[in-house]
């Protein structure tokens, strides 16, 4: 500590400066080509928690484990680049600190705003303490960030951060970050399109067209082109390997979970085209769903046709077909039939979101174009008028990157990523006519119709090779074991091991079935009281046990009802293997009745 002082002495008598510096065990110093850092015993207007403001910039998988709503924690890796975004209204002076705490040993840590870097250094300490960084000079107003990164560790942890601390004249006219619903504000902020429709028409057919440009095709974007009063229709982009084809239609019963819903309230399927998973889905309505796994490519453009119209007994019949220019035709979604609903098509609407909250640092940005309904005098009426609005992220200022308006003949829309400029909520914007209305014959779009029930494979003689983790230390009673999936009785089950164990996802069980067979798809039955039901799983399939081909990933519906999941096309195989990666009550434990492989 003497030689700190000395250096810190000798720089300042050099500079004329007088300094009373601390000894405390958070004294932040500097290698001599560094600026110098003051211990803080400043007042910090704006104190920003990390649970909503702050990133894992360069691997953004890294997020789930290291930024909670309490701060970062869990941060190893001196590779790793953390951000924290907040808006500022006014260019000048911005004092930066951060209430911290090293757990053990001393850190040295870069902090960057505005391009400018100071490093600090930071001794152990049990409690959390406001360490100033220093001062900054930002030179424009608008979204600007916080950056650390580790230089150098003398332990396995480099620090715990509970809040980013700004001040200084930047600050005065106010700062906009987000400070409570982290969940939502790391989503960022949701946007709408409303169309404009013509008055005193009843609308049958509702035409869009959606093209998400290079590089703006991040994980987690929902690019919705057709949305009406009761669902939506558009794309998304899954993971790094999967994208869909997404259509969803509301039940009129309001509630969170499906299995809740009474029988004359729910969704019917009408029909769906080759190579769709349908089901249902909860969280935010509830409702029946379908969805069809396809590589849609940024800078191509995709065409969606949505139908509604009044059914049977009080009913509306809502079908969904989608034109992709690999493929040259439309192809047929699903159709779904809602109960207590006698109406055509309303509400036309576009959206885009972020449903993933470790891509909210993500911009995105899609464009909607050539907008058209069909009504039922048979006359085509174009869409040029739209309304933008935004989600309550948005409308209450939690964050204010968000963006839409008209560009040529397009709509555009765009969210996230921390851009400053934006556009009025609630505003309206006219994109120039085509002309020209979308030229289908719908006498040759597929009907849809149910397929045949399909024939379960008998299983006798079939056996469990290989699982990852079961419940045999009779945490479950009689049952949980792994070839439970097999026993043909849906009061069995499999189950992860918790009792005296711990067991962390993926978990998979292998099933050998003798012999190869021709299959067309797998029947699902969740464990029948909806506890640990699987919610994400992928199959594979080998012909020897060893060398393994996935058939992709699935999405189960949280139900004691059968579950089918028809494969792209038939396969031939003799191994199986099931992996749980997920489960619906978001916990490490999954659980799951039977498993059938089925051919139509």
Known sequence: MKTVKNTILTRFLLLGVLLFASCSGDEATTEP??????????????????????????????????????????WTDLNT??????????????????????????????VTVGGESQTITVNSSPNYKDVAVGTFNLSDAGYQYVEIQGVEKSATYIADVEEVLIDGAATASGVTYVQDEFYWGRRGPSVHLSYTPPQNTDIKWFYNEVTVPEGEDVVGSYFMANGFGQGYFGMQVNSDTERRILFSVWSPYETQDPSQIPDDYKIILLGKGEGVTTGEFGNEGSGGQSYKVFDWQAGNTYKFLLKGEPS??????????????????????ASFRRPYTSTYLTNQHSFLENFRTEAGVL????????????????????????????DATARKGARLDYAGGSDGNKFFMK???????????????????????????????????????????????WVVTDFSTQEDNGGEGDTGRAADILDDDLNTFWHSCWSGCTATPPHHITVDMGESKQIDGFRFYQRQNLSRTVKDLEIQISDDGSTWESLGEFVLQNTAAAIDVDLSETKTFRYFKFIAKTAHDGTDNAAMAEIIPFTR
């Not at 934006?422 to 020209?436: C, E, F, L, P």
Request: proline fraction near 4%.
């Open 312 to 333: 049977v007994n009080n009913s509306t019949d809502y079908t969904a077909y989608f034109y992709a220019p690999e493929e040259g035709a439309w192809k047929l979604i």
């Open 415 to 461: 969210n996230c990523g921390f851009f400053s400029d934006n556009t009025t909520i609630d505003s309206y914007h006219q994109r120039t006519a085509n002309g020209v209305s979308p030229n289908i014959d719908f006498s040759q779009l597929e009907v849809p119709s149910l397929p045949e029930e399909p024939t379960l494979l008998d299983r006798s003689g």
């Open 81 to 110: 680049v953390i951000r924290t975004f907040f808006r500022v209204e006014s260019a000048g002076e911005l004092k930066v600190g951060l209430k911290m705490k090293v757990a053990e040993g001393t850190s040295k840590i870069k």
């Open 363 to 390: 911009s995105r940005k899609g464009f909607y174009g050539n907008q058209w309904v069909y009504d039922t005098q048979d006359v085509w009426h174009e869409l040029t008028e739209a309304k933008f609005t935004a």
């Open 33 to 74: 080509d560094e600026i110098v850092s003051e211990d803080a015993k400043l007042k910090y207007s704006y104190k920003i928690p990390p649970g909503g403001n702050s990133w894992v910039v360069n691997d953004i998988s890294q997020n789930g484990s290291l930024i909670s709503d309490t701060g970062i924690h869990n």
